[in-house]
């Protein structure tokens, strides 16, 4: 018996007199301008906005101190610009990247972070307001623990990825996770910076959660963070001072002491009212707001643009969530989710203390704004971090729509 083979299709040949590299620059050139998925387009466009946002901010709130010191009125903001046209190329180069490419850096990001944050400790160290967290090199300073939070994502991605299969048993949850994280922790801890660190515990927390691991293994390390975090704060008298001024119901009686950031802050908020003073009409940035620029953004933001304002950064925050969050849902790859889970922790989360702070929810803890607040160092880490997201989001599977069923032939009746 003979069976007879389908003919096969010879593969396609160039037209005559058609140069085969062109045809190859032609698909290079179809797979460069190919649509993007929408979560790409959202996380790029909350960021990009959130950025310029932030921008003429600290333009606002730097301004008048700058003219009274005898500087030009943009002298922050061309800074901060500086690192936003640097951190934008880059973030859209890294979103060009595979998902291999985060998979192979994982553990020479984390190595070399951790090598920058150490510097911290050398004669480039800087100390401001008690912490020890930057570094001057020809006179820039720069905060090396904004990369550690990339660079830790990254590591918790790539370890418990290899490891996703035995998740269940808690000695791989713990090992290497809790010793190395809590290595990379300590190299801030040990600059007295405790804001950075409970960034960096609810990296750890996200990356764990969205990994698949059970919640009675889960609890474990968050009780371990709360306990951390207490002992911390309970060993340092600086920090003790700043809890209890929080507390105290009348916060006004100690105004000159640890209460006058907090109460200039929320004054700030409330001088705004619904639709604010004007852009560049604010009162507190004269001197009268500590940080207003950095941690306090957020304050200056609500006085000249109102509650309006305030919505509208808020609203910016959460179409960047959504678009992460997709991300998270849509993937098959549990390297992309974990990774881009303990991105959205790190950037929301951060946002959320923040504004926290500003609204005296939380005690004053020194954690910027991302996106928004005075720092070239943490723009820049942010933007990187949303590069990796837009990767991620180019790797998403395709869902192709089901073909339309076919309408079933309704057979006619027989007449008698």
Wanted: hydrophobic residues 55%.
């Amino acid at each position: 018996m003979t069976t007879t083979l389908p003919p096969t299709r010879p593969p396609a040949q160039p037209a005559d007199g058609e140069d085969p590299r062109g045809l190859a620059a032609r698909v290079s050139l179809g797979r460069v301008f190919a649509p993007v998925p929408s979560e790409f387009l959202l996380i790029a466009s909350t960021a990009l906005l959130l950025t310029g946002f932030g921008l003429v901010m600290v333009l606002s709130a730097t301004s008048a101190i700058a003219t009274a010191a005898g500087q030009p009125a943009w002298d922050a903001m061309v800074k901060q610009g500086v690192f936003a046209l640097l951190g934008i190329p880059i973030m859209f180069i890294a979103s060009r990247f595979p998902v291999k490419f985060f998979k192979r850096i994982a553990w020479p990001a984390l190595i070399g972070a951790v090598i920058f944050q150490l510097l911290v400790f050398t004669p480039l160290g800087v100390t401001a307001n008690g912490n020890r967290n930057w570094i001057m090199i020809a006179g820039l300073q720069a905060q090396p623990a904004e990369f550690l939070k990339l660079a830790l994502a990254l590591w918790l991605g790539f370890v418990l990825f290899r490891k996703r299969s035995l998740l269940t048993k808690w000695q791989h949850v713990f090992i290497p996770v809790v010793p190395v994280a809590g290595l990379v922790i300590a190299t801030v801890l040990a600059g007295s910076d405790l804001g950075t660190a409970m960034v960096l515990f609810l990296i750890v927390l996200g990356a764990l959660f969205f990994s698949g691991v059970r919640l009675r293994l889960f609890a474990l390390p968050a009780l371990l963070v709360l306990g951390a975090v207490a002992a911390l704060a309970v060993t340092s008298p600086d920090r003790m001072r700043r809890i209890m001024s929080f507390l105290n119901p009348d916060c006004l009686a100690d105004y000159y002491g640890d209460c006058y950031q907090p109460l200039h802050g929320i004054w700030g908020l409330a001088g705004g009212g619904i639709f604010g003073l004007g852009l560049g009409n604010s009162k507190e940035k004269y001197d009268w707001l500590p940080a207003a620029a950095n941690d306090y953004i957020f304050a200056i933001v609500g006085e000249e643009l109102g509650l309006i304002g305030c919505v509208v950064v808020l609203a910016l925050f959460a179409l960047f969530a959504v678009g992460a969050f997709h991300v998270i849902r849509k993937t098959d790859d549990p390297f992309v989710r974990i990774v881009s889970g303990a991105i959205t922790v790190w950037i929301v989360g951060q946002a959320l203390i923040n504004i926290g702070v500003v609204l005296r929810v939380f005690p004053v803890l020194g954690v910027p704004l991302p996106f928004m607040s005075q720092g070239g160092t943490s723009l820049l880490s942010v933007l990187i971090a949303c590069g990796v997201l837009l990767a991620f989001a180019r790797s998403l599977p395709v869902r192709r729509p089901l073909p339309p069923a076919r309408p079933t032939p309704v057979r006619a009746r027989p007449t008698r």
